[in-house]
């Protein structure tokens, strides 16, 4: 069995265990019976057959597409903090702070967010699904709200307007061999082909801030206002 490698970045031990990881983020959470979490199962299942000496299914209570990721320990190593916070308070104390500044605002943002399976982004991680907005319109929107979000609790990422909607279902914590690596790619291709035309285009639920301590599971904190 390989030993080290992965993408655990803190978020997992060795041997694929969620490690406390404390963070805040806007999200569109999916319920298990949303479509994409069913289809998303798919994956789940054959991770714990075949790849779970690499890789660490997420629980389908946590699946979700990211609007907007907040504080986290990868932003503080970075030095990317929210604007008006002192950098001395923990990343527990910056959640009700932000939590009050986006319930100060009203967000614009889509009543029907529209997203498909980008099943042509092949070099998307394939723990992952990547999503890209229905059309040019809803594009210009979404990432619009990034910026909104980004305003309204003073805090920038380096990938404002490049980021790729996505949503995970797993987590590599081992580094998987190239001849391990083909089939897996295989698989993961030909299941976002399959699955984005099965699923055509897929209804989004609204965004809503969270708060987490670990990779398995994301608290609602608050709705976001919507305009009109």
Sequence with gaps: ????????????????????????TTICPFAETHP????????????RRDWSDHIVPTPPS????????????????KNNWPSGISPS?????????????????????????????????????????PLRPANAAMATALYDLRRQLAEAIGFHPDNLMSFMFHATYGYKYRHIPHTQKAPLRRAVHEWRRVTSEKLGIIEIPAPVFCSFETMFAFTPLLPLLHKG
Excluded at 110 to 118: N, T
């Design 89 to 129: 308070v923990t990343l527990a104390q910056t959640t009700p702070i932000l939590r009050e500044r986006i319930a100060a605002t009203t967000f614009d943002f889509p009543e029907k967010i529209e997203m498909e399976i980008d099943a042509d982004r092949f070099h998307a991680p394939l723990v992952g699904v």
């Design 62 to 77: 946590s699946y979700h597409m990211t609007i907007l990721g907040g504080v986290d320990p990868e932003q503080k190593a």
């Design 36 to 47: 994409l979490s069913v289809a998303m199962l798919e994956m789940n299942a054959l991770i």
């Design 1 to 24: 069995m390989p030993e080290g490698g992965g993408d655990r970045q803190g978020k997992f031990d060795a041997q694929g265990k969620p490690l406390l990881w404390p963070g805040n």
